[in-house]
């Protein structure tokens, strides 16, 4: 058991920091303690005390979003040249582009015409398969996540 009097007053040893020392600075104040800040920074972010505001640092989080394929399919009765002006349309390709996509969906059964996040690519579905609906025509166009 420790003698009383060898018990450091806690007051003097915060003062004295770490090392025990009486640590000066140039200016002969004495230093702010880790304890000392650590006490000040609770004050001062306390919510309760008028005229204090918490500042909280968030990190924002950032995700890219999912990318979709829209994607067009063959059939037997839709003509070729509205395939292509649909490409050119609704997915703003030159005209060598969209019967490149027409020639390759004709040979295969199924082509990506654009990328896009899902609202975009939602809306692209919908706009072709209203016109292709709307002209009468078989055409079958879709969406699939990447
Ligand atoms: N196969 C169709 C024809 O011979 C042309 C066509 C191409 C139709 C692409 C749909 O997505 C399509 N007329």
Known sequence: MKPVHDIPDPLTAMRRGRTGRRDRLPSGAAPVT???AGDDRKR???PGLPGTAVITKTRPQIKRPSLYRVLILNDDYTPMEFVVYVIERF?????EAANRIMLHVHNHGIGECGVYTY???ETKVTQVMDFARKHQHPLQCVMEKK
């Open 34 to 36: 880790h304890a000392m």
């Open 91 to 95: 997915f703003g390709k030159d005209h």
């Open 44 to 46: 001062r972010a306390d």
């Open 119 to 121: 609202e975009v690519a």
